[in-house]
């Protein structure tokens, strides 16, 4: 048999392990059910009149999840990417369909273009006829320009097509403004059955949206999405795209070597707990390493592979660990709130005021004191109509943090890097020897 060159291997990894918003649809790509979340999106998306709006950590998904339930539905969507320096004009350029040459098929539902694999549609915009190719793209461009809220609204209603906004936390207010508008204005004047916004970002894109017109409350779904929540999950993650690549690796048989598979577990999970975005790259890698004629995914790549992301996470975040460092110094309920969000699930969603209660022996005032401030360092994010909602921003600083934290010997390498002890303590919390790897399989799911 022919050896398989690293072109053709990495193509075929390339494909189940797609770092780019993935559309779990497709059965060349790796794809972990998330039961739950799943349900809640396709629900808000067939109730008419409703926007939603996503948040949560960068990496968890919330991309692929979208995208993933559209196209298992075939909904029509524009996808626009927000960049910070977006206005009102350059959004609409994004959003409306160019007019199209003499030469293409016009097809009256909309333009097809597409991103890579994703299909995407723009949205059409009545510009009336005009004789020539050149005047009538002038006139697209002066129409663009003079577009108003109502009239983007009605087209977007015309079409019935949902609108992806990802990336929102870097729209500017004006234009933050102006998408609040338009949700209003299809609510309330130019309602149609799929016409809406699902808006994506990575901090408090719900607060922003809420803070513009509190009265889209019940016409705007708020969803976080949190990290995997269990190491059993990462693994399954993993171990999916391994067997589609038709590759023996630890638990490939029926007969499962349980210390394998939990040695592999530990250090997935000292790695890239929980994030898709981190997990993906790290099946990159160890598939990258094993090389194109391997006959496994053995334990001893899974292993090196593993450790070196962890050794470049620590290098990563060395500056991030000394200003936790800092702060905790200022005030020790830095660490109390960090240890609480711990015990409870570093990559999930908390509420607010459940951690001031819990924490009510050091002082409400200093409880909120110690979460205001690791707002303002970018540690957490707050969102929800009154900020009720925490997660951490950046779950992977975190998580190394707790690796470091809970291993001696790391930690005694986080301390020389800090030149000081680290008056903390983050236990991982699991208990590898009783952890049940017996249901893992094929259609495992998160619920």
């Known amino acids: 048999m022919a050896a398989t060159t690293v072109k053709d291997w ?3 990894v390339s494909e189940v392990f797609d770092v780019d918003p993935r559309n779990g649809n497709k059965t060349s790509t790796v794809w972990l059910k998330r039961g739950t979340l799943e349900r809640q999106l396709e629900a808000d998306l067939f109730t008419r009149g ?6 949560g950590c960068s990496g968890a998904g919330k991309s692929s999840l979208v995208i993933t339930t559209l196209l298992k539905h075939q909904i029509p969507f524009t996808s626009v990417q927000i960049g910070r320096r977006m206005d009102w004009h350059g959004f609409c350029k994004q959003l409306l369909a160019k007019p199209h040459r ?23 915009f009545s510009i009336g006829n005009s004789p020539d190719e050149k005047q009538t793209l002038e006139l697209w461009e002066r129409k663009v320009a003079a577009a ?70 019940s016409r705007l779904i ?28 630890p638990g490939f048989s029926n007969i499962q070597d349980r210390p394998a598979v939990v040695d592999a577990m530990q250090c997935v999970y000292g790695a890239a707990d929980g994030l898709f975005k981190t997990l993906t790259e790290l099946g990159v890698e160890i598939c990258k390493a094993a090389g194109p004629n391997c006959r496994e995914i053995s334990l001893a790549t899974i292993r090196r592979v593993c450790a070196e992301m962890e050794a470049n996470n620590f290098s990563k975040y ?4 000394s200003k936790f460092h800092n702060l905790s110094a200022l005030n020790p309920a830095v660490a109390a709130v960090l240890l609480h969000i711990n015990n409870h699930g570093l990559g999930q969603v908390h509420d607010r005021n459940k951690i ?16 205001l401030s690791l707002w ?72």
């Open 10 to 12: 990495m193509t075929s």
């Open 50 to 55: 409703r926007h939603i709006c996503i948040d």
């Open 102 to 124: 003499k030469d293409r098929e016009i097809r009256a539902g909309g333009s097809a273009e597409w991103s890579g694999l994703l299909p995407t549609a723009k949205i059409e």
């Open 148 to 217: 108003t809220e109502h009239d983007i609204a009605q087209a977007i209603a015309q079409q019935n097509s949902i609108v992806l906004l990802d990336e929102f936390e870097r729209a500017q207010p004006e234009l933050a403004n102006s998408v609040s508008e338009v949700c209003k204005i299809l609510s309330q004047t130019f309602r149609s059955e799929m016409g809406k916004f699902v808006i994506l970002g990575a901090d408090d894109v719900y607060k922003k949206l809420y803070d513009t017109y509190s009265t889209l409350d």
């Open 222 to 249: 708020h969803i976080s999405i949190p990290t995997l929540p269990d190491p059993r999950d990462s693994w399954a993650y993993l171990a999916m795209g391994f067997k589609k690549l038709r590759k023996f690796h």
């Open 318 to 321: 060395r500056t991030q660990f």
């Open 356 to 371: 001031i209660d819990a924490l009510e022996s050091l002082g409400r005032g200093l409880v909120e004191d110690a979460i």
């Open 376 to 447: 303002k360092h970018e540690f957490l994010v707050m969102t929800g109509a009154s900020n009720e909602k925490l997660f951490v921003k950046n779950p992977s600083w975190a998580h190394t943090l707790r690796v470091y934290l809970a291993d001696p010997q790391k930690r005694r390498r986080l301390e020389a890097h800090l030149e000081g002890p680290m008056q903390l303590s983050l236990a991982l919390g699991i208990d590898w020897n009783a952890l049940d790897t017996d249901s893992l399989s094929e259609d495992h799911s998160v619920s």
